[in-house]
């Protein structure tokens, strides 16, 4: 039992257990490497943090979020600043030597803000 089952009571509870379950059947699938490392996508109410993640030696080789001094002042909808921490990351990936990586959503839908960070990765050149 993880801590989301523990601590929380109600639909918010179950949602996030669902969450919680969809992300362990992804995670079963998807495993980052050093030739195709993982693009893990975490998503909360107002903010994106995406990183680039080597499982084999379980280092995060590049990282963005909407916390970045840069991005917080930047103007648009909570989708634009997705699209833009997914260029920001693949540039930073690309710097690091990584052209492909194998995206996770997180257990979210590919839907709205996860998927505008996949867009922004690829329009920057990543592939996914």
Known sequence: MGYAEKHTTGS????????????????????GSAERPRLVVTR???????????????ITLASA???????RGAEGTKSDKARTVGTLVAERAKAAGIDAVVFDRGGNKYHGRVAAVA??????????
């Not at 918010?12 to 998807?30: K, T």
């Not at 979020?65 to 991005?71: A, K």
């Not at 867009?119 to 996914?128: P, Q, S, T, V």
Request: charged share 35%.
């Open 12 to 31: 918010r509870g179950s949602r996030l257990r669902a969450r919680g379950r969809r992300h362990l059947r992804v995670r079963r699938r998807i495993v």
């Open 44 to 58: 909360s109410q107002r903010h994106m943090f995406v990183q680039v993640v080597d499982d084999a030696k379980g």
């Open 65 to 71: 979020s909407t916390m970045e001094q840069d991005l």
């Open 119 to 128: 867009d922004g990765a690829r329009e920057a050149g990543l592939a996914l």
